[in-house]
């Protein structure tokens, strides 16, 4: 089993920033694919970035391309999304989510362990 953590959600203004860190106990955490969804009320889970186990492959969504940054420290068995120029349309719950491929996948059925989830709410 893995367990994760989320940190970091909060309330912020457009423009501003947060960082996000998910924390993984458990099972090996180096061998895995990480990623991050959000879901906003009323809306499907989205994919928002992915990222290899050994850092060097990432993906992300087109509506967070060149804003968002996601890295992973595996030394601290932890996740980071770094969110810049943050929009209301970034408005959601953000998820981590880790799989047992070492290769990330977008869709949320590629994953098999969750966060609980941290809010992210971004005023205009």
């Known amino acids: 089993q893995v367990q994760l953590v989320e940190s970091g959600g909060g309330l912020v203004q457009a423009g501003g920033s947060l960082r996000l860190s998910c924390t993984a106990s458990?099972?090996?955490?180096?061998?895995?694919?990480m990623a991050w969804f959000r879901q906003a009320p009323g809306k499907e889970r989205e994919v928002v970035a992915t990222?290899?186990?050994?850092?060097?492959?990432?993906y992300y969504a087109d509506s967070v391309k060149g804003r968002f940054t996601i890295s992973r420290d595996n030394a601290k068995n932890t996740v980071y999304l770094q969110m810049n120029s943050l929009k209301p349309e970034d408005t959601a719950v953000y998820y981590c989510?880790?799989?047992?491929?070492?290769?990330?996948?977008?869709?949320?059925?590629?994953?098999?362990?969750w966060g609980q989830g941290t809010q992210v709410t971004v005023s205009s």
């Open positions: 989510a880790a799989t047992t491929e070492a290769v990330a996948g977008t869709s949320p059925y590629d994953y098999d362990y």
């Open positions: 458990g099972r090996t955490f180096s061998r895995r694919a």
């Open positions: 990222i290899s186990w050994s850092g060097g492959s990432t």
